[in-house]
């Protein structure tokens, strides 16, 4: 009954200091009266299975640009990697670096993939089998291989998904992203560094740490003055999904009220170094994981993106101290001048109470293999 308790608290008006990158924190504020956000409208979800005008949709193949690979086979795809038509960054090499003054560009080379997720048109991500999520993780693997390999100027290859109209979703057939860029994005480098310093000053890589206290810490603070009961830290208070070798986290300090990170149990900083068998568990905590957001959000618009080791960081203690994750940012509310002026998150649920509501959700067991 701990959790009720927990539940019952009183509203929570605090900021915290994200453990990994301190500079980034966030304002928890659960009272009513401090809710200043407007919520993100619904979007009802296009569940249908085949669409003829969509150039994602099978016997469509031709609409799309050049074929990059198809999942598992050539002749008969369920996952298909193009290029994107409208790409962010390019090949094209037109623009070289420029300064001047205080103005300085960096050439917008690189390369931008669209990843068609799944045949089934307006199939969600909880809705796929083990075996499907799994297959789509490799593809996102092998591409980060052969992108890292084929091109020494690319620093960074982000794989994310958008998936919802409030999360940028443009075309509804189910799809994820890969862009190749020359410059590692500034918060994957923040995150690299800070690791990297507490591996220096404690030798401990900083995520398995925070695994550890999720699945470890216990503690109880109490009032100074009044010896009232302050603070109560749970065991898995924080834990949403466990697998053999992933765990599914609600971060203590979440920029969004339904955040939840999922990261693999044994230390492993490059997403590309992920066996088969790592992937295939890493398929069955997101998709339960994304069942409980579906459960408690009823259609869920979000974002996912991976962050692992870039490769011009592996010397040093990069192989020690960072640790590749996936963050899902389910979109429910609207970003505010507040949060968008001051460069500080208002979370207006406590990840406490969130983590809770998720775990509490109860999944049905379907013993789900499909045979691929
Ligand atoms: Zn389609
Ligand atoms: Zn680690
Ligand atoms: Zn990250």
Redesign the pocket.
């Known amino acids: 009954m701990a959790e009720e308790q927990v539940q019952q608290e009183e509203a929570v008006r605090e900021i915290r200091i994200n453990p990994i990158v301190p500079s980034q924190s966030v304002l928890v504020a659960t009272a009513r009266s401090m809710r200043p956000k407007q919520a993100e409208q619904a979007a009802p979800r296009d569940t249908r299975k ?2 003829d005008t ?1 150039p ?2 099978t016997g469509n193949e031709h609409m799309t640009p050049p074929e990059i690979a198809t999942y598992p086979s050539p002749d008969e795809w369920q996952i298909r990697i193009v290029e994107n038509l409208y790409p962010v960054l390019g090949d094209d090499r037109r623009n070289p670096n420029f300064s001047f003054g205080l103005q300085q560009t960096i050439d917008g080379y690189g390369r931008h993939e669209v990843i068609i997720d799944h045949d089934h ?1 307006g199939i969600g991500l909880h809705e796929m089998s083990v075996g499907h999520l799994a297959m789509l993780f490799g593809a996102y693997r092998e591409r980060m291989v052969d992108l890292y390999a084929g091109d020494e100027r690319l620093r960074y290859v982000l794989a994310f998904k958008n998936f919802g109209p409030a999360a940028g979703g443009s075309i ?2 189910t799809h994820s992203q890969l862009i190749a860029m020359p410059v590692v994005p500034d918060n994957v480098q923040a995150e690299v560094h800070s690791s990297r310093h507490f591996y220096e000053k404690h030798h401990r890589c900083i995520f398995c740490s925070l695994i550890d206290e999720a699945l470890t810490f216990e503690a109880t603070i109490y009032d100074r003055e009044s010896g009232r009961v302050r603070r109560r830290l749970d065991v898995g208070q924080y834990v949403i999904e466990r697998g053999e070798r992933f765990i599914a986290i609600k971060p203590f300090a979440s920029r969004y009220e339904w955040e939840i990170h999922i990261l693999p149990l044994r230390h492993q900083a490059d997403y590309r170094a992920a066996t088969p068998e790592d992937l295939e568990d890493l398929a069955g905590v997101l998709k339960r994981s994304m069942a409980r957001l579906e459960a408690v959000l009823g259609g869920v618009q979000y974002n996912y993106f991976l962050h692992s080791l870039p490769p011009h960081d592996q010397g040093g203690s990069g192989q020690q101290s960072f640790h590749w994750h996936l963050e899902i940012c389910p979109r429910t509310s609207i970003p505010t001048g507040f949060e968008l002026g001051a460069g500080l998150f208002v979370n207006t649920i406590s990840p406490e109470e969130a983590a809770a509501r998720l775990r509490a959700v109860a999944l049905e067991e379907r013993a789900e293999r499909a045979p691929q």
Request: net charge neutral.
């Open positions: 085949h669409v969509c994602f949709c048109h509804p057939h």
